[in-house]
């Protein structure tokens, strides 16, 4: 490893608060440089791409997500709308069921009418 390397590995290292000799089983080394693999594949990434293309993609990206949250906002008023809407048939039914139901007087299980049951 180059000195420069060696560098940026201990940057990192210090930046994380890991050390290689830190984990103790080969599958925890595995999963510790693969880590540090896609860390450093993203800051090359990032370091082709000019900072005004950075700067303009973030703020694309924040206003993308804004969109979003108004139209999902938007939606959400709709649907509260059209729950709150009162249907007359609903309210009649209501009214009856809450009628019934006052009617302590019979079970529950009878229901509006009377049945009659003959025992021998």
């Known amino acids: 490893m ?3 390397e060696n560098d940026l590995q201990n940057d990192i290292e210090e930046e994380l608060g890991i050390e290689e000799d830190a984990v103790d089983t080969p599958m ?5 440089h693969q880590r540090r693999a896609l860390e450093e594949t993203g800051k090359a990434l990032e370091a082709l791409l000019p900072p005004g293309f950075r700067e303009h993609s973030g703020e694309a990206s924040r206003e993308f997500a804004k969109g979003f949250r ?3 906002d938007a939606a959400i008023d709709e ?4 729950s709150e809407k009162e249907d007359p048939d ?3 039914r209501l009214a009856k069921l809450e009628a019934e139901e006052d009617d302590d007087d019979r079970p529950s299980s009878t229901g ?5 049951i003959d025992i021998d």
């Not at 925890?28 to 510790?32: M, S």
């Not at 509006?112 to 009659?116: A, I, N, P």
């Open 112 to 116: 509006s009418g009377k049945v009659k």
């Open 2 to 4: 180059s000195e420069h």
């Open 79 to 82: 649907l509260k709308k059209v």
């Open 28 to 32: 925890e080394r595995f999963f510790y």
């Open 70 to 72: 108004i139209l999902v």
């Open 90 to 92: 609903t309210e009649e």
